[in-house]
Antibody
Framework: EVQLVESGGGLVQPGRSLRLSCAASGFTFDDYAMHWVRQVPGKGLEWVSGISWNSGNIGYADSVKGRFTISRDSAKNSLYLQMNSLRTEDTALYFC??????????????WGQGTLVTVSS | DIVMTQSPDSLAVSLGERAAINCKSSQSVLYFSNNKNYLAWYQQKPGQPPKLLIHSASTRESGVPDRFSGSGSGTDFTLTISSLQAEDVAVYYCQQYYSTPPYTFGQGTKLEIK
């Protein structure tokens, strides 16, 4: 059974940093692209970032480009999102999601429950 | 960036009736090399993560009831629920995953029982 468990969310002041983690299990992590998608409570979905199976291709939404960095660790079966220079508009529930294939231009077939990030002074 | 626009924003349908949600992309998401539309539909119920329903515009994900179907090509797509059930109350999103990022979502359509 595919499981994705996010962690690392919390309350942080504007301008500070936070690192999200996603522990993956139930599939061969190295074979699939991974994504981060966020959702402001009560609002729609926003694709944030994606990374191909071998980290060779990485992409970001314009809203986070230059501030967020996605990475993966095959030894730990984990996905990460380093979020720097956080803004109040980054407040959202952050979902980790598995791509259906190795390339990152893929839909997301499994999702975690999300971790909440609140940026506020 | 490709902009995805769904219509309507909300929809109320009687149990057993047909529901249709539209999604329009600002540019084609059809890959001519493999004749596939890079368009997915998701269902999200309150307090839950999104669930994949359909990919490649019309391919139903394993385990999804056959009352859900997707159609369309190029820039215009439709998600149809042939006979609405109570458990189908949710917000539905389309997403394009064509070429380079960002892989944008539509704004969502809230489906309720009339």
């Amino acid at each position: 059974e595919v499981q994705l468990v996010e962690s690392g969310g919390g309350l942080v002041q504007p301008g500070r940093s936070l690192r999200l983690s996603c522990a993956a299990s139930g599939f061969t992590f190295d074979d699939y692209a991974m994504h981060w998608v966020r959702q402001v409570p009560g609002k729609g979905l926003e694709w944030v970032s994606g990374i191909s199976w071998n980290s060779g291709n990485i992409g970001y939404a314009d809203s986070v480009k230059g501030r967020f960095t996605i990475s993966r660790d095959s030894a730990k079966n984990s996905l990460y999102l380093q979020m720097n220079s956080l803004r109040t508009e980054d407040t959202a529930l952050y979902f980790c999601a598995k791509g259906y294939t190795y390339g990152f231009n893929s839909y997301q077939d499994y999702w975690g429950q999300g971790t909440l990030v609140t940026v506020s002074s | 960036d490709i902009v995805m626009t769904q219509s309507p924003d909300s929809l109320a349908v009687s149990l057993g009736e047909r529901a249709a949600i539209n999604c329009k992309s600002s540019q084609s998401v059809l890959y001519f090399s493999n004749n596939k539309n890079y368009l997915a539909w998701y269902q999200q119920k309150p307090g839950q993560p999104p669930k994949l329903l359909i990919h490649s515009a019309s391919t139903r994900e394993s385990g999804v009831p056959d009352r859900f179907s997707g159609s369309g090509s190029g820039t215009d797509f439709t998600l149809t629920i042939s006979s609405l059930q109570a458990e189908d109350v949710a917000v539905y999103y389309c997403q394009q995953y064509y070429s380079t990022p960002p892989y944008t979502f539509g704004q969502g359509t809230k489906l309720e029982i009339k």
